[in-house]
């Protein structure tokens, strides 16, 4: 990636001309250095997405342009030359050297054949790779051409669809020699010559303003290009600037200005050292004002402007029809997981139920075991003592081991796994089917592999989402069921509840041993009485044992109550703990990613418009593409 | 008037007329195979041969004109801002279509028609794609034309000189910005005899301009050619170069070339002049020599000789083996390969297995013995309930503690396994219908759609409304099963006998084995299921179940029978359920996933060998035959 603010400072202190770099007024240099950077992290963000993929292939093809414009931003602007041929664009370059310096006339169409590059002495031009293209460079020491490099242009509109292929190309209808135009390689050339323009001065008469084949290449450069508009033959042809201006609009480019000029009159009259007609004067003072000095910079800072938001809003463009599938993906992922939630809850929920012999023990130990001090809780201790002498039986399955708490067990490998999530309510059937469906609505949003998976999940991915799942849920449930268990302890283990029980409990044991403490010192040591025998203390041993039970029952009983309903208020609560992500994370990540991309964009989108609104008071008279192309 | 080959506009030579009239049973036949096809190669993913200049020439020439009143229809066309429009009013002698200084201003082709000949002539026959309109005012050719919505503005020549048999047609620009204009320059130039060609020195070698006249000239139009805004008689001597090459660049061999002087003034009053360069075409220059009549001109060809020619260029192109009609039939064929294949690989990868779990064995038993029911003996039935009785009973008590299921549980339990496995199944194809698509381009054209755009979520709905919809036994499968059973015991009486003996017989010790009933039934399925076993291991099962009932009340010597006879038969009665069960997977893939692609691409597929591409192919042949003799 390149470094494009530094890259910018070090061309400012090695600028030819050692000028200061001025800010432009309205231009925020740092805002559209921060926007060029922003483009370029974000066109590389999603390399595995191929829309993005394919936003960075346009960008590639713009950065090194941005770029170019902030490094050179004080070299003479290259304004090239264009129009169908015979509009006489060599006879205006003609007219702008103040010589013949490319050959002009109606001897044979197309005249030029060769770009014709015209520099003033003292510029250096060598950095314009001219060779590639066969250009010849001229010199002309005219004022108008003094500050600027300019290019006349080979013609768009000579050469036939199969002249570059010849020898594989389409056969001529006629079937018979071939035509001199199969060597005409003059679209070519221009198409190579154009990139290194920085304006175009767009040439028309009034047979060519409408030209399909002239209107497709402007559309293909004039991003980030300012244009400049001139219409020839002024002394043969009407005035059609007005129809050509609608014409532009329709293509998308605004002209606030179309210079309307006669080239041979021009041209005898800058041979003949004659005041120029008004027409081509008005055309030099444009290029003066709009292209020289000061007004190149802007025209350059602007250009890249505008070529930074034709980019982002060819992306947006492109991207927009994706923006509803990726919000389908995302919601789709969401509905899925809650499909699977509700699977999961149903067989949670049952198996929970079905376990209630094993959730009343757990909690019937937890309140034996804080309850201390008094004669109930000596027999409740007592009875749990007993239970325990009873075999235990350990939990099985999944739930039965987690409330039993022996923990996750571990994940079986192949099969098994499958049936070990089984237990929770999910197969491997319901995971296919989310996946399937998440694929299709994956491959709307042109998300693929390797952002997400395929439908059917490789044995160690199945074995890592269930083992997370399985570990997930382990947690999930044990931190239900403790909660659960710690609130109905607490509700019934309260000091109040404690005092009651052993206060019936005591007062049994207290009759009891009133009772035999009366018999004894009363009945037999007062009044005489023989000893009943220990025959009593069995009996009350019965009645305090069964009064025990009782009011054990009707403690327990307040700690069951309403158990089922607990039940369900917990497993309601399943969706929201994101269990079943594992297996359908690489949908919802990618769904992530992609909206992240288009708001990114969106966000560059605004940062651009805020940059382009700052300056529109600052624009010049040329010409330039709108945001929308044809 | 020396201007171009001169004979007297009289009635049509019978000869030359006609030689392309003896065409117009083959030029039908080629048509009408054309129609016939054209729905097929659409579907094939062939591109539409309207675009293509042989069936332009078939249906914009040959077709309307082969069988009609012969007429001679001159165009007047070049690029835009031209001087087309000036040309025309000129030829007519009246201002039919306005010339203005704007360009591509005339948006539909606007005609002239000699005094009388609209009401001889079908002029939307005659152009087809055109929809013909009384001409109201000059203005009528501007504008107004909508793509889509082709006017041809017409009108009868107010001056009356227009020769009998000659239509005048002003016709849109072929270089412009609005490609709907040079479509409508297109399909007039198929309709047409005589191109006057406007050429000017910005445009005479423009490639568009080039490409347009090329494919006239190969239809064997013939031109007139006029260099308009000529800067006269300063360029006179640049024409010759100018015109050499346009006659290099397009194969032409224009009639007669004309030099148009620019000149505001008669240009704004339609006076404009026009001057003939003989040795531009093998006569002599005559730098003096005045202005002549271009209308005069047109009107003095020899229009038999010219119409002919441009008929016979029409059916050459046609016919031309190169980039005719036949390159479309081999299009068409190619497609048509391609589709085969495309039909062998979805063939090959668009096969799942579904592993549907084993049928209930209580389910088909139970149908096995309401079809044995009156064919028992009393003492047997009776004994059958009282067992029954106490099965039940005993399967009360096995629910109650734990280890039985009842019959609904079990059925839901299998529901459920069974409608896992249909899911499964769907996935799967759905995902191999996706590796098709990869493998085969034409397949993801056809499919794509489905897979990318479908709403998955709804296939899977619709499989779960089909499966819950399902009756556990249906009323086929009953019938089915009786069916088996009759033939069964037709072939194997003597086994029948043995068994309902038996059944009698052994009553009286059968209480576990009805218990056995009861209580083994489906629940053991879920989990073979589960395990991987398919049908095989099931009717294994079955057949020992089978073996364990009957071995005890009939001793040894029946087991061999028994295995022999029976498994084939419950074989089937398994298969059978199996079958209709996993229909339901078919019938969503059907109705829902794929609809009627399937057969789409089993029709493309054929394509190649349809007899209509065969008659289309004898048909070329034979005219070429016909053409060249």
Not at chain 2, 16 to 42: P, T
Not at chain 2, 83 to 103: D, H, M, Q, T, Y
Request: with cysteine; hydrophobic share 45%.
């Amino acid at each position: 990636m390149t470094d494009i603010p530094s890259a910018a400072l070090k061309s400012a202190a090695d600028s030819p001309a050692g000028a200061a770099l001025q800010p432009a007024p309205g231009f925020d240099d740092a805002g559209f250095d921060d926007l060029v950077t922003g483009l370029s992290r974000w066109s590389a963000a999603l390399p595995d997405w191929p829309p993005a993929r394919r936003v960075r292939a346009e960008w590639e093809e713009v950065a090194p342009r941005l770029d170019r414009a902030r490094r050179e931003l004080s070299r003479v602007l290259v304004v090239g030359v264009i129009g169908g041929t015979g509009t006489g664009k060599s006879t205006l370059v003609n007219a702008l050297a103040g010589r013949d310096v490319s050959p002009a006339g109606d001897v044979a169409r197309p005249t030029t054949v060769a770009p014709v590059v015209v520099v003033a002495r003292d510029v250096d031009c060598s950095w314009l790779a001219l060779d590639e293209v066969g250009a010849r460079v001229v010199t002309s020491d005219a004022a108008a051409v003094a500050n600027i490099v300019l290019v006349d242009c080979p013609d768009p509109d000579t050469q036939g669809p199969g002249a570059p292929l010849p020898a594989g190309g389409a056969q001529p209808p006629t079937g018979g020699a071939q035509r001199p135009s199969t060597h005409n390689h003059n679209r070519d050339l221009l198409e190579r010559i154009l990139p290194a323009c920085d304006v175009l001065l767009l040439v028309a008469t009034a047979q060519k303003y409408r030209s399909w084949s002239v209107a497709s290449e402007v559309a293909a450069f004039a991003p980030g290009r300012p244009l400049l508009f001139v219409q020839t033959h002024a002394s043969r042809d009407a005035d059609i600037r007005d129809d050509w201006r609608q014409e532009l609009e329709r293509q998308g480019i605004e002209a606030p200005a179309i210079h309307r000029v006669d080239g041979l009159e021009a041209a005898r009259r800058a041979a003949a050292g004659l005041e120029p007609e008004p027409g081509f004067a008005g055309l030099v003072k444009a290029i003066d004002e709009e292209l020289v000095g000061r007004a190149a910079r802007r025209v350059r800072r602007t250009g890249a402007l505008d070529l930074a938001g034709w980019f982002l809003h060819q992306a947006l463009g492109q991207l927009a029809p994706l923006r509803q599938p990726v919000a389908d993906l995302s919601a789709g992922a969401t509905a899925q997981a809650q499909r699977l939630e509700g699977l999961m809850e149903k067989a949670v929920a049952g198996t929970l139920r079905a376990s209630r012999p094993a959730w009343q023990r757990v909690m019937e130990e937890e309140l034996v075991e804080r309850w201390h001090g008094g004669p109930f809780a000596m027999f409740l201790h007592a009875l749990a003592g007993l239970g325990r002498l009873w075999p235990r039986v350990r939990g099985s399955g999944f739930v039965g081991r987690v409330l039993s708490g022996q923990g996750v067990p571990p994940v079986a490998s192949g099969d098994g796994a499958w049936q070990s999530i089984g237990e929770v309510g999910l197969t491997e059937a319901d995971v296919e089917q989310s996946r399937s469906i998440l694929v299709g609505l994956a491959a709307r949003a042109a998300i693929g592999e390797p952002m997400v998976g395929r439908v059917r999940l490789d044995e160690r991915a199945v074995q890592t989402s269930v083992g997370t799942l399985m570990e997930r849920t382990g947690h999930w449930l044990v931190g239900g069921v403790d909660r659960l268990v710690a609130e109905r302890r607490d509700r019934v283990d309260s000091a109040w509840s404690r005092a009651v029980c052993e206060l019936l409990f005591g007062a049994l044991v207290v009759a009891v041993l009133g009772r035999a403490a009366w018999s004894f010192f009363y009945g037999h040591l007062w009044l005489g009485n023989p000893l009943g025998g220990l025959g009593f203390l069995e009996e009350a041993l019965v009645w305090i044992i069964l009064w025990g039970l009782c009011l054990r029952w009707i403690v327990f009983a307040r700690l069951r109550a309403g158990l089922d309903r607990d039940i369900a208020g917990l497993v309601t609560r399943l969706p929201g703990a994101r269990l079943v992500e594992p297996f359908l994370h690489d949908f919802s990540t990618a769904a992530v990613a992609a909206a992240t991309f288009l708001e990114t964009g969106d966000d560059l989108a605004r940062r651009h418009a805020a940059l382009e609104a700052r300056i529109e008071e600052g624009r010049s008279t040329l010409g330039r593409l709108k945001g929308h192309g044809p | 008037m020396a201007a171009v080959p001169h004979k007297t506009p009289a009635a049509p030579r019978p000869s030359a007329v006609s030689r392309y009239v003896a065409w117009a049973g083959s030029v039908g036949e080629l048509c009408d195979v054309v129609d016939r096809l054209k729905g097929l190669a659409a579907e094939l993913g062939t591109p539409s041969p309207e675009g293509a200049e042989w069936y332009g020439q078939l249906f914009g020439k040959l077709r309307p004109q082969v069988t009609r009143e012969p007429v001679m229809v001159a165009a007047v066309c070049g690029g835009t801002n031209t001087g087309k429009s000036l040309v025309s009013n000129v030829l007519v002698g009246a201002e039919i279509s306005r010339s203005l200084p704007e360009a591509a201003r005339t948006r539909c082709p606007v005609a002239s028609l000699p005094r009388g000949l609209a009401a001889a002539v079908d002029l939307a026959a005659l152009f087809p794609g055109f929809t013909p309109r009384a001409w109201s005012s000059d203005t009528d050719a501007l504008g107004g034309s909508a793509a889509g919505d082709d006017l041809l503005v017409w009108r009868e020549d107010p001056a009356g000189r227009q020769p009998a048999r000659l239509i005048l047609i002003d016709t849109p620009d072929v270089d412009g910005t609005l490609r709907e204009n040079w479509h409508r320059a297109e399909a007039v130039r198929n309709a047409c005899d005589v191109i006057v060609a406007v050429l000017t020195q910005q445009k005479y070698n423009d490639a568009a301009v080039r490409d347009f006249f090329a494919a006239a000239a190969a239809a064997g139009k013939s031109l007139v050619v006029v260099f308009n805004m000529v800067n006269w008689p300063a360029q006179r001597e640049r024409i010759a170069g100018w015109y050499a090459t346009f006659v290099a660049e397009t194969g032409a061999v224009p009639l007669a070339v004309y030099a148009v002087p620019h000149d505001f003034a008669r240009a704004e009053s339609g006076t404009i002049e026009f001057f003939h360069l003989p040795e531009l075409t093998g006569g002599s220059a005559d730098p003096a020599a005045p202005p002549v009549d271009l209308a005069a001109a047109l009107a003095g060809v020899d229009f038999d000789r010219i119409k002919l020619q441009a008929m016979e260029g029409a059916f050459r192109v046609v016919l031309d083996p190169a980039a005719g009609m036949a390159t479309w039939l081999e299009a068409i064929e190619s497609s048509s390969r391609e589709w085969h294949d495309a039909r062998g690989v979805l063939a090959e990868e668009a096969q799942v297995r579904v592993e549907l779990p084993s049928a209930p064995r209580e389910l088909v038993w139970n149908e096995i013995w309401r079809w044995l029911e009156p064919r028992r003996s009393r003492v047997d039935i009776n004994l059958s309930r009282l067992y029954r009785a106490a099965g039940s009973g005993v399967a009360w008590v096995g629910r109650r503690i734990g280890v039985g299921r009842t019959e609904e549980e079990r059925r839901d339990d299998f529901a459920a396994v069974e409608l896992a496995a249909l899911k499964q199944a769907l996935a799967t194809f759905i995902d191999r219908l996706e590796g098709a698509c990869r493998r085969s381009p034409r397949l993801r054209a056809l499919l794509g759609d489905t897979l990318v755009g479908g709403d998955r979520a709804a296939w899977y709905a619709d499989l779960e409304r089909r499966h819950a919809a399902l009756p556990m036994v249906s009323d086929d499968y009953r019938a089915f099963v009786r069916g088996e059973l009759d033939r069964f015991s037709r072939e194997n009486p003597k086994f029948l006998q043995l068994l309902l003996t038996g059944l009698s017989v052994g009553s009286v010790a059968r209480p576990c084995i009805t218990v056995g009933l009861m209580m083994a039934g489906a629940a053991a399925v879920p989990a073979a299921a589960a395990a991987g076993h398919g049908l095989t291991t099931l009717v294994h099962t079955a057949g020992d179940y089978v073996v364990w009932a009957v071995a005890p009340l009939a001793g040894e010597g029946v087991l061999g029978l028994t295995m022999a006879g029976l498994k084939p038969l419950l074989e089937r009665l398994f298969a059978g359920w199996s079958a209709e069960r996993s229909r339901v997977l078919t019938e969503t893939l059907h109705d829902v996933v794929l609809g009627d692609r399937l057969e789409v691409i089993e029709r493309l597929a054929t394509a190649g060998g349809r007899p209509e591409v065969a008659r289309a192919r004898r048909l070329l042949y034979d005219c070429g035959r016909e053409f060249t003799r």
